[in-house]
């Protein structure tokens, strides 16, 4: 279920923009300079003025995956995450999830300095002000203070919303409103696997040094798959490809995969689960990609011949042949849900130049680790992957910051990094205007 979180309009402050509109202007011009059907200029991805764009412009404004709610199971339960130079606490209460600034109204302290925990009420480490769930200050000690209105000061707090277990968070004070639209396309294929009662199995944290912006474009594109023998058992060779674009020696994997697609559909139609590509990742302003596909082999999971990898099927699904479903969506995330597991995928960008990118991986709360799942099984295939993706996006980045770097042309089988770029830029000299 869709499950709106609202937030109290009296507590959002404003987030102070940390640059004038004036020194924009030379991103402005380089946006205006972009050749389009080929890659972006060095500055894209090496400068701190571009750098300081994309946080106010892409996640200042857009709904951002943060986590989901199998990472903050209970009341109390929180997570922290940083971006740019932004941080948030995403914090489990009896009514949903509220997401506030981690930043405390007195001196600005980072209010809560774990990745994740428990806690009751958030206590600054610093001189111990105290906010509750709601991020009201509630106690600061301040002897002989009489005129202190602790209501002054509450945390300030992000908007939040809950879908299908998934939770989002916007820094805008206005959010994108077509973010309601896109849940709906989502819903439907996210929802049937339940995260909300799932559990982490693993978390992984890389950080990759490569600006946000090729983190997501080479996850944009197959092309570069050959370098993945590891995800080649289970993913079909010619992901990405349309039927003229197969090249001879893929023609035996294109055949099994058109036979195997036809038998997941006629599946998913017995199920009721949706598997039609819904794409529009430059058409609207969250950027969305979702569809369900076969997997190679056995068709069930990301193992090295395609069975399951936990024992345990997730939700109330009836069935481990139900391949992947894979969304990516804009600017920060991407979701595989199989029957038996859910990996999700945060990119949070720490600068110009360096990327956070979150794996998490979930199944279902009753599956036992060395029972039902062996977790080096179970996370070997996209351990192996985002290595393999890390070496890609860090071999980008060097190349971006050589003065021999000029912007390359996208071959058609790119055409979603393409359309990830149309995208950023549309968003972007909206933004800048
Ligand atoms: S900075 Fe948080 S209590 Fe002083
Ligand atoms: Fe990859």
Redesign the pocket.
């Known amino acids: 279920m869709a499950q709106a979180v609202k937030t109290k309009t009296s507590s959002r402050g404003k987030v102070s923009p940390a640059r004038s509109e004036d020194q924009f202007a030379a991103v402005r011009t380089l946006f205006e300079n972009r050749r389009a059907g080929y890659s972006l200029d060095a500055p894209f991805y090496t400068d701190p003025e571009v750098f300081a764009a994309d946080m106010k412009g892409i996640f200042g404004q857009h709904w951002l995956f943060a986590a989901s709610l199998a990472e903050i199971p209970e009341p109390g339960d929180y997570v922290t995450i940083d971006y740019g130079p932004y941080s948030l606490i995403i914090l489990r209460t009896d009514e949903g999830v509220n997401a506030l600034h981690n930043v ?1 109204r ?4 980072r ?1 809560l300095t774990e990745p994740a925990g428990t806690t009751g009420n958030l206590v ?1 480490g ?4 105290t906010y509750d769930a709601e991020g009201s200050l509630i106690h600061a000690s301040s002897p002989g203070e009489i005129n202190f209105d602790k209501a002054c000061f509450s945390l300030k707090r992000a908007h939040s919303r809950v879908v299908a277990g998934l939770v989002f968070v916007c820094l805008a004070a206005e959010p994108p409103a077509d973010f309601d639209e896109v849940s709906k396309i989502f819903e439907p294929y996210v929802a049937p696997h339940e995260i909300a009662n799932a559990k982490v199995a693993f978390q992984q944290e890389l950080i990759e040094e490569g600006n946000w912006k090729l983190v997501m474009e080479n996850n944009r594109e197959c092309y570069h798959c050959d370098g993945h023998p590891e995800l080649a058992c289970s993913l079909f060779p010619t992901w990405g490809l349309t039927e003229e674009l197969v090249p001879p020696h893929l023609e035996d994997a294109w055949q099994r995969n058109v036979t195997a697609e036809t038998a997941l559909q006629e599946r998913c139609n017995r199920y009721g689960l949706p598997y039609e590509v819904v794409e529009e990742l430059d058409t609207r302003i969250a950027g969305i990609r979702i569809s369900r596909e076969p997997l190679d082999g056995a068709g069930e999971s990301f193992s090295a011949t395609g069975r399951r990898l936990s024992k345990k099927l997730l939700g109330d699904l009836r069935d481990f042949r139900l391949g992947r479903c894979s969304m990516h969506l804009q600017p920060n995330c991407w979701f595989h849900l199989l029957s038996d597991h859910v990996i999700t995928f945060a990119a949070f960008p720490i600068n110009e130049h360096q990327t956070l990118v979150r794996t998490t991986w979930l199944v279902a709360d009753d599956a036992v680790e060395g029972v039902d799942y062996d977790l080096e099984s179970l996370t070997y295939t996209w351990k192996q992957t985002n290595v393999q993706d890390k070496n890609f996006v860090e071999m980008c980045q060097q190349g971006a910051a050589s003065p021999a770097y000029e912007p390359g042309p996208y071959m058609k089988s790119e055409y979603q990094v393409e359309a990830f770029i149309n995208w950023y830029t549309q968003r972007m000299q909206e933004h800048l205007g």
């Open positions: 405390c007195h001196r600005g302290a209010v600054c610093y001189h111990s002000w």
